[in-house]
């Protein structure tokens, strides 16, 4: 290796440590909305863990994980959030490996080095206590082995078609014909991965991490389908066995999945097909359209060397199916109406797929001129795409979550046990706060509060957030009690707009609301509102 190489492997690993710190350092943040539910999922029993997950329109692997951890370490947001913590740190670590060791090439482990440090959501969802960590990582896990697996599948395909006539040197040499040189000495080393039992239980573990993590199974699917047309056979016994074990496996996971399914336009509110597909569309340029016009220019300019390591077109298109079926299988279902699933955490489970398609891209690549100057276009690309986020992440509390209910519940704690708690948390299901009286579904309703504080004694009134906030319901229970609290998770600027509507409920002239101030974070979206007679 030649001291230039040192050097930006030096580089990478660099970036690679600053990329860990990012992750530790957001992992200091407050705990917001949708990690409570993982903590109230958690902190009951067992049995209690797979119906809380559910209710929350979750799969149940991750929260197991989550209970164990909590059990073993306490309760608290560093446990909480100690799974994903982890899951982001084994690909900040196995990428970049898995990388250098099919390319040897410093220019692809650079690229992948400073995306990982600098991409929003690796270090957004490595930091918190939600599955999308874990299935970023468990999609890259399960996309290695299920690649080598095909390797193996399409060597059996060739070793069919070609095994009676061809010498055993002609087989060797169609077999590295489906794939870049540089993977085959990796899945040697990791050769038991690539068994189809293996690929099987991480494809249902990705769907028992969270449901969305069928788009990269069916990326793989429509993969086998293209590899088997284009061979013209069909090798169906260890496809079959494969797929079976894995609905076997996923049956728990499939189940729970029903009743997100049942609620699905709920998420109307919160779906953006156009920013997804526009977020996605200048990744996608930036890290596939130009390396692509790059290569051209390269193999109109450069003639090939016999040693040069080449990778398959096979391969390429995967890891393009890999990248694109997510967001269009997102952009899909919103535009026949079937579910809006607008949200770019839903593509989560592709987004390690497009640095990755640099990566070969670069790899690829004659000339050492154009490989360096599409790798300083794409990290332009990325340094750009970071400004939204990065510096408000450099100081020890990074302020990506700005919701403060650890505050707001523990004074709550030191107060009156008695006293009620109106909770206006704008849960997309508070729609039905005041209609569906199921005593699961108003434990549900709860949970941002317990998941806070699972000790908490005061009663708990879910509100529709949507809706009025202190109606005679509400004004019964705090006159009963003497007083009580209110929490409203809205803009702070909208503080005076809320105690004025109310104020159009006369029995509200009885009593003062006083807004608690917290120091941090700012702004904070908690609004915790003392409840006192005037």
């Not at 079926?325 to 797929?353: E, H």
Request: net charge neutral; charged share 15%.
């Amino acid at each position: 290796m030649s001291s230039a190489e040192r050097i930006v492997l030096t580089v990478s690993v660099l970036c690679l440590l600053a990329g860990g710190y990012l992750r530790v350092a957001a992992a200091h943040d407050y705990l917001w909305l949708d990690e409570l539910h993982t903590g109230w999922a958690v902190s009951g029993n067992l049995p209690d863990v797979y119906w809380r997950s559910a209710e929350g329109n979750q799969s149940p692997l991750f929260f197991y994980l989550c209970f164990a951890v909590v059990n073993l370490l306490g309760y608290s947001a560093t446990a909480l959030r100690a799974v994903s913590l982890t899951s982001g740190m084994l690909l900040l670590i196995g990428l970049p490996l898995i990388v250098f060791r099919a390319t040897r090439c410093t220019a692809t482990v650079l690229l992948v080095s400073l995306f990982l440090m600098l991409d929003y959501e690796s270090v957004f969802y490595a930091s918190e206590a939600r599955p999308y960590g874990m299935l970023q990582w468990l999609g890259g896990l399960q996309a290695f082995c299920f690649w080598g697996w095909s390797r193996r599948f399409s060597s059996e395909l060739v070793q069919t078609e070609i095994g009676r006539a061809a010498s055993g040197v002609s087989f060797q040499l169609a077999n590295r014909s489906l794939c870049n040189g540089g993977t085959q000495d990796t899945y040697r080393t990791f050769e038991w991965l690539t068994r189809w039992p293996v690929v099987s239980l991480l494809s249902a573990t990705l769907v028992s991490t969270h449901v969305t993590g069928v788009w990269l199974l069916l990326a793989e699917a429509i993969f086998v389908a293209c590899r088997c047309l284009v061979m013209r056979k069909w090798r169906s016994r260890d496809i079959w066995k494969c797929v079976a074990l894995f609905l076997v496996l996923s049956l728990p996971a499939m189940l729970a999945a029903t009743m997100a399914w049942q609620r699905r336009g709920n998420w109307a509110t919160v779906s953006n097909v156009n920013m997804v597909l526009t977020q996605f569309a200048w990744a996608f340029g930036a890290m596939v359209v130009l390396p692509s016009g790059a290569l051209v220019i390269d193999r109109l300019m450069c003639a090939p060397r016999p040693h040069d390591r080449k990778v398959s077109g096979a391969l390429f298109t995967f890891i393009t199916l890999w990248a694109v079926v997510p967001t269009l299988s997102i952009a899909g279902l919103d535009y026949f109406q079937v579910a809006p699933l607008g949200l770019a955490r839903y593509a989560v489970v592709g987004s390690i797929a497009l640095p990755l398609w640099a990566a070969f891209a670069l790899n690829s690549m004659n000339s050492k001129v154009i490989r360096w100057a599409t790798l300083l276009m794409v990290v332009n690309f990325l340094i750009w795409n970071s400004t939204v986020w990065l510096r408000p992440a450099l100081p020890l509390i990074s302020d990506l979550r700005n919701e403060n209910w650890a505050d707001a519940v523990a004074t709550i704690a030191q107060g009156d046990s008695g006293y009620p708690i109106l909770l206006a948390a704008n849960v997309l299901e508070d729609v039905e706060a005041l209609h569906n009286r199921s005593p699961r579904f108003q434990g549900y309703l709860k949970f941002p509060v317990l998941g806070a504080d699972p000790n908490l004694k005061n009663p708990i009134i879910p509100l529709n957030t949507q809706g009025e906030l202190f109606s005679d319901r509400e004004a019964d229970a705090v006159e009963s009690a003497g007083g009580g609290w209110l929490i409203v998770r809205d803009l702070p600027e909208n503080a005076t707009w809320i105690i004025q509507q109310i104020e159009q409920n006369p029995q509200s002239s009885k009593w003062q609301f006083d807004l608690a101030q917290f120091p941090s974070p700012e702004p904070n979206y908690v609004l915790l509102f003392r409840i006192t007679a005037k």
